[in-house]
């Protein structure tokens, strides 16, 4: 697995990838960020994948707690590296097993990106 980094507008928890979409309209930057984003997730199996993660116990999950979703374990770590490279995972190795976090910053950078117009 690559150690592809997270974008770097998600990774602090003060500075989300982009405005509300009710806000204004997005820059040309933004729109790609988002849109890989959002691509990352369009797929069944990494948004389950990132449902598992995000969801799991203690906020992060291991790849062997996880793996389990249909598809082969290489297909699996391929989906996986996608969702890091869009910057919606970050992972740590730990011995032969690879633990996986959602960032409560990504989780509040979506929430944000579709909030309504307040």
Not at 47 to 53: E, G
Not at 69 to 78: A, D, W
């Amino acid at each position: 697995m690559s150690n592809a980094k997270a974008l770097p507008l998600l990774e602090s928890p003060v500075a989300p990838c982009c405005p509300p979409l009710s806000e204004r309209p997005l820059t040309a930057e933004e729109s790609v960020r988002t849109a890989t984003m959002f691509k990352a997730l369009g797929d069944p199996v990494r948004l389950r994948l990132f449902s598992l993660v995000a969801s799991h116990e203690g906020g992060e999950a291991c790849v062997c707690d996880i793996s389990d979703v249909g598809v082969s374990q290489p297909t699996v770590s391929h989906h996986l590296k996608k969702l890091k490279d869009a910057g919606l995972l970050t992972s740590e190795r730990r011995g032969t097993w690879v633990y996986y976090r959602v960032e409560p910053s990504v989780i509040a950078a979506m929430g944000q990106l579709l909030a309504p117009r307040g």
